[in-house]
Nanobody, 132 residues
Framework: VQLQASGGGLVQAGGSLRLSCTVSGRPFGTVYVGWFRQAPGKERRFVAAISKSGDRTWYTDDVKGRFTISRDNAKNTAFLQMNTLQPEDTGVYYC??????????????????????????WGQGTHVTVSS
């Protein structure tokens, strides 16, 4: 399974970016997808996740209302629309896939979506820099 993240770049505060994550090597509808970010000098942290069908989403508190995760299973691609970007959103954004067989409600209840160790495959990361 391979993940390819793209869409990063340099943007001014208040601007928007849309990240994409294309998954190959496995039927896309069989994986949960998550986005994590790693700020300079800090650990990688959860940003958002989406269920296999796209009917459930989860976000970390500081991006709620600004970021939207979605997926197009026909195109094997997940997206992270980021609006009202702030300098603290700067970092390397990684997409990841979890092949868990757990049902969506169980996966969500256990907060598996936020745990790096739960994800089986990772993309290479795309850089996002937000200037003030």
């Amino acid at each position: 399974v391979q993940l390819q993240a793209s869409g990063g770049g340099l943007v001014q505060a208040g601007g928007s970016l849309r990240l994409s994550c294309t998954v190959s090597g496995r039927p896309f509808g069989t994986v949960y997808v998550g986005w994590f970010r790693q700020a300079p000098g800090k650990e990688r942290r959860f940003v958002a996740a989406i269920s296999k069908s796209g009917d459930r989403t989860w976000y970390t508190d500081d991006v709620k209302g600004r970021f939207t995760i979605s997926r197009d299973n026909a195109k094997n691609t997940a997206f992270l629309q980021m609006n009202t970007l702030q300098p603290e959103d700067t970092g390397v954004y990684y997409c990841a896939a979890d092949t868990s067989l757990a049902r969506t409600d169980a996966w969500g209840y256990s907060q598996s979506y936020s745990k790096k160790a739960k994800y089986d495959y990772w993309g290479q990361g795309t850089h996002v820099t937000v200037s003030s």
